[in-house]
């Protein structure tokens, strides 16, 4: 937090403190109430009858995607001077693209599977009908994780110094504060990491990858392997370690709730959050 307590910072850190503390009593009655011990017993998401080959073709669809779309863009970007010479534009649409991508990658085999005469496999994110309010079940989990998650940035960035490792987000911080002077970037900026985001990197991590693994390979295989991929693909490592655990959280309350849309609103929510404190000037 800044080290200097001026009315907008203070207002700011009483506002975390806040959300912290209802994360850990929304904590601790997930975890301890009767109720949602039962839950845990009986997790709501079903499993997966994928075959091996179909998973793989998803996943190189995805792949794909996510190499082809910036691609065009990169190509079609050499015809544009102003992109080429603006290095914070260029990565916001090379951003988007690959996004995008993704998402055309997921959504792009359904599609075609259910408009042909091919017969259409199980559903990644098949609704379970144990949760009906998906939207709260998500501020739940955004509340749950904000504290754990900050708690573990702060472990981890004292790690890194001990190590004279550089944990320097300048760069990152810089993208965001840009934006803000651009209200056209600031828009595209926060739809891309408030909406298009959570909802391919949920779609992938959970709803794709995780669901596979949870039946077919051991639990300290199935929670690791997905939040460690989706970690990385941030290439970002002050924000690693944080970010691994956020996934295995999304994982964990994705298998509870049996609903994506649960992960998909805490993502953006964790997302537009971090967005809200980088703009007003917290980067610690």
Known sequence: MPAS?????????????????????VLWRVQFS?????????????????PLTTFFQRALCVLVGAWFFPLIVTSFGRHFPGMSGDDDLRQLILGTAFQLGMLAGILGPVFFLRHSAFPVTADPVAPAPRRRFPLLAGVATFLIALPIVTWMANVWKTVLDVF????????????FQKAG????????????????APLTEELIFRAGLFRYLRTRVPRWIALPVPA???AALHGNLVAFVPLFLLGV????????????A?????????????LLLILAGVTA
């Open 5 to 25: 307590l001026t009315p907008t910072s203070a207002l700011i850190t009483a506002v975390e403190i806040s959300l912290w503390a209802i994360g850990l009593i």
């Open 262 to 274: 649960v992960t998909i609103v805490a993502h953006g929510l964790f997302n537009l959050h971090t």
């Open 164 to 175: 004279h490792l550089n944990t320097d987000m300048q760069e990152l911080v810089d993208i």
């Open 34 to 50: 009767g109720k949602t011990r039962a839950q845990r017993e009986h997790p709501a998401l079903p499993s997966w009858d994928l």
């Open 228 to 230: 460690a991929l989706f």
């Open 249 to 260: 959280l999304f994982s964990l309350a994705y298998e509870r709730t049996g609903r994506i």
């Open 181 to 196: 002077n651009s209200p056209g970037r600031l828009a595209v900026l926060t739809v891309l990491a408030v909406a298009v």
